[in-house]
């Protein structure tokens, strides 16, 4: 033992003070004469007491501890455990304000079970041992506790760790939990969410950036979802530990979590995102391409960066700016020496089409002569510690002090904390290291106090959804500040439900080809989870990309619903025209076709927003009955019309490619390709795999330098022949603005319908905006006859043979209801 000088060794203690000395540190107290303490062990919920009914509730008591069901619509059943059966106040920040349908609630009992049916899913709790089992309308077993949901008392901070056991189905496989750089099929894997700042992650690394305690199962062709709304520590085990065991537990809260029925998995998602939230439709230029890098500056160096996208004519709606862009990291300040007049700097790139974006961190530098500092210490906006003293630790600008986001008020000041740039001219706001992440400790300590609105807690309770809430500060504020305009948010971490108020990045990836990969995993995986507005990093944020790896990432960028090319700033540059005129050209293409398709991601960004549809569909998701496509990760279909196949190995001049049932196009050469196979598709660097589903309307612009640039006159739509009917979708709006909350917008529903004597193209319109251009030039692909005459709503039209002879092109007005496309008979 080491003594420290000046203090006495305890037997050198005389004996009186040896007793105060006792007296002030007691060793363990006994308990009192007959009083057992019971120890600290795993509880199993008991035999059914008694079943209460409170309206859609229903609670099971086994006479300590209580089950509370909700029936919250036809098919979504919420349960949660009381430990001593006292629940805790109703609060979620992953619950959106949705109203749901309940058709009906049947309540039934055996003498083993009451039965607690809707219209499309049955609850059963088994009266001797309280196990929960979900089945759908043809007595599927869906999902079903292996044991009782238990719990153990957490003697160190109060509270319970709580935990639920289900049994692994034949043949079950397990997709979603936000971004896992890992392969899409979860099955024996355990993770866990605590959200942390993961640097140079690699395959596997766990836990990552964001926590979305939200999994799919998916068995016997049926798909279903559990929702562990918990913002604790939360573990997921896919059968690892125990191969016939799918365990989430908890260290604190409540064991509460949604079943969502299917059966099909992108119903799943569907109502998992009805509850949590869309992404609100964002400005149309944030759809387009950003270029960043940590950091561009000074701002000559920007000015530069802007003239070369435009003179080399490559495509660009916006530009960030990293941290550099502060006085010494201090948030919302302007390093005056390299950017001496902002306003200025962002309105001059504006008028190219530039928009600007500027990082935030959550890190407030202590400074006593820096506003933002001085405002958040004297209204008590910093997160406190347990006892006393505020909050601190070192991140970018040296000691710092962290605003409590789970504060109203808090969130309230900092979205007002944007006015500035708003004046200035920022349009996005990208959130970063709010994980939260600190250097050195790498998060906060666990006993800092936190509001969570009202419900207070310890980090514990709050670090998982700190970064949400700064989203949500960051959004609010930008929404109330720039008035009609639609605020553009990232963020690097996020609690179920983020996408409400930010887009989001894969983080600090690595310029390899398995990141590339990873890339394209993640993007899926986090689509499934309800975040769709996601990205990576282009060519790596750390690392050596050569031209092959950086062409290949912009092709998947391309694919992406967030695109963006970020790097480190002590790497190799990352512009388009880094590489070579080679890879220029090419690169050149592919953010082109960006701009051509970019009708089509708005409007599959819509049936997002609107319809709750994931934009990334991987292929289990298609065609979930074909049990293969559960490990066929490294393609998937954007929105329901575009099936990608990313090149994600190096040398590659083909790959293979699975279509699902059905008939598809080649997109390049636009021959008709049969589905229900694999087909070795030819890959050469300058080309990718791409299919468009037979019977598909897919829009087109014309090639522009930035969305906005140019008042197109015309709309081109591209429409494959089918020999089946199939619907396609536009949405347009005026690009910004909340118009379309007031049916300012047009949604319009091609159904195309082919026959063996004529091709049908009916429209139909519903909203109230107009678009500009008066036409549609249309380009009709696989036509299987020659034609004899083209009618527009009983008009006859002329046309003209396109490219191929299987091909032809005409006009018509935008409003036609109707073409047919005879054929020689
Ligand atoms: O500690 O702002 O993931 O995109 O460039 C690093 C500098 C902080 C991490 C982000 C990265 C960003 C960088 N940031």
């Not at 363990?28 to 199993?44: D, M, N, S, T, W």
């Not at 998937?636 to 990608?644: A, E, N, Q, R, T």
């Not at 396609?728 to 319908?753: A, R």
């Amino acid at each position: 033992m080491k003594i420290v000088k000046g203090i006495k060794k305890h037997k050198d203690i005389p004996t009186s003070e040896k007793a105060r000395v006792k007296d002030e540190i007691p060793e363990k107290l006994p308990a009192p004469a007959g009083f057992i303490i019971p120890p600290v062990e795993r509880q199993y919920l008991k035999a059914v007491r008694q079943m209460t009914r409170a309206g859609n509730k229903f609670y099971f008591s086994d006479g300590v501890s209580k089950v509370e069901l909700n029936v919250v619509s036809d098919a979504i059943i919420r349960i949660r455990m009381a430990p001593k059966g006292e629940f805790l106040n109703e609060f979620s920040y992953a619950i959106s304000e949705n109203k749901f349908h309940i058709t009906r609630i049947d309540v039934s009992e055996t003498r083993e079970q009451f039965i607690i049916a809707t219209d499309c899913v049955s609850c059963c709790i088994s009266k001797v041992n309280l196990l929960i089992s979900f089945l759908d309308k043809n007595d599927v077993v869906l999902n079903t506790d292996a044991q009782p949901i238990h719990f153990e008392e957490n003697t160190q901070y109060g509270g319970y760790n709580v935990f639920c056991s289900k049994q692994y189905q034949k043949d079950e496989h397990f997709f979603g939990l936000g971004d896992k750089p890992m392969n899409l099929d979860l099955l024996g894997k355990r993770l866990q969410n605590w959200g942390t700042d993961a640097y140079d992650f690699k395959r596997g690394t766990d836990p990552l950036y964001k926590n979305i305690p939200f999994y799919i199962g998916i068995h016997h062709g049926v798909s279903y979802g559990i929702f562990f709304d918990n913002t604790y520590r939360t573990v997921f085990d896919f059968a690892c530990q125990k191969n016939n065991r799918v365990i989430f537990s908890s260290e604190g809260g409540e064991l509460l979590y949604y079943f969502i029925a299917g059966p099909q998995m992108i119903n799943v998602v569907k109502r998992y995102t009805q509850l949590t939230g869309a992404h609100p439709l964002p400005p149309k230029w944030a759809l387009g391409f950003h270029q960043s890098r940590w950091s561009y500056y000074p701002e000559k160096k920007l000015r530069v960066l802007a003239k070369t996208f435009r003179e080399k004519k490559i495509p660009c709606d916006a530009i960030h700016f990293d941290i550099d862009y502060m006085d010494g990291f201090r948030c919302f300040t302007w390093n005056k020496r390299h950017f001496p007049d902002p306003k200025k700097m962002i309105s001059d790139l504006h008028k190219k089409g530039f928009k600007s974006v500027a990082i935030i961190d959550p890190g407030i530098k202590v400074d006593e002569n820096y506003r933002v500092f001085q405002e958040g210490k004297e209204n008590n906006y910093f997160c406190q510690r347990a006892d006393d003293y505020s909050m601190e630790g070192y991140v970018w600008p040296g000691l710092c002090r962290f605003p409590d986001f789970t504060n109203e008020k808090v969130r309230e000041w900092w979205g007002g904390l944007f006015e500035e740039f708003i004046r200035q001219g920022i349009l996005g706001i990208w959130n970063d290291m709010n994980e939260p992440a600190v250097f050195g400790t790498g998060t906060f300590p666990l006993d800092v106090n936190h509001h969570f609105d009202g419900f207070h807690g310890s980090h514990r309770k709050a670090h998982n959804i700190y970064g949400m809430q700064m989203a949500r500060a960051t959004y609010e504020g930008m929404k109330k500040l720039m008035k009609n305009k639609r605020p553009f948010t990232i963020s690097r971490s996020g609690y179920a439900g983020l996408q409400r108020y930010s887009s989001t990045w894969t983080g600090d990836n690595r310029a390899t080809w398995d990141h590339l990969k990873l890339a394209m995993l993640m993007i899926q995986r986090l689509s499934m989870s309800g975040i769709s507005f996601c990205g990576s990093d282009i060519g790596g944020f750390t690392g050596k990309p050569d031209a092959e790896l950086y062409i290949r990432w912009i092709q998947l960028g391309v694919f992406s619903p967030f695109m963006r090319v970020h790097s480190a700033g002590d790497t190799r540059a990352r512009e388009p025209w880094t590489f070579g005129s080679g890879a220029e050209k090419i690169v050149r293409k592919f953010i082109e076709l960006r701009y051509k398709l970019l009708p089509y991601f708005y409007s599959v960004f819509r049936e997002h927003a609107h319809y709750h549809l994931p934009m990334i569909r991987p292929l289990c998701m298609i065609e979930q009955e074909v049990a293969p496509n559960f490990q066929r990760d490294d393609e998937f279909v954007y929105g329901d019309k575009i099936l990608v196949a990313p090149v994600c190995e190096k040398g590659a001049k083909h790959r293979d490619v699975y279509l699902p049932g059905g008939l598809w196009y080649h997109y390049w050469e636009g021959h008709l390709v049969e589905g229900g196979k694999t087909h070795q598709v030819s890959a050469p660097r300058d080309s990718m795999p791409l299919f468009v589903k037979a019977g598909s309307v897919i829009p087109e612009n014309p090639v522009m330098q930035f969305t906005a640039e140019i008042e197109i006159s015309e709309l081109t739509l591209n429409i494959f022949y089918s020999p089946y009917s199939v619907s396609s979708f536009l949405y347009e709006d005026s690009g910004d603005g909340f118009g379309y909350e007031n049916e300012i917008y047009s949604e319009k529903k091609f159904q195309t319908h082919g026959g063996e004597d004529v091709f049908l193209i009916r429209q139909e319109i519903e909203g109230k905006y107009k678009p500009r251009y008066k036409n549609y030039r249309i380009n009709l692909y696989g036509l299987p006859y020659p034609i004899s005459k083209v009618k527009v709503d009983g008009r006859a039209t002329k046309f003209r043979r396109g490219k191929t002879s299987r091909s032809i092109l005409f006009k018509v007005n935008k409003n036609f209801r109707k073409i047919e496309v005879a054929f020689v008979s």
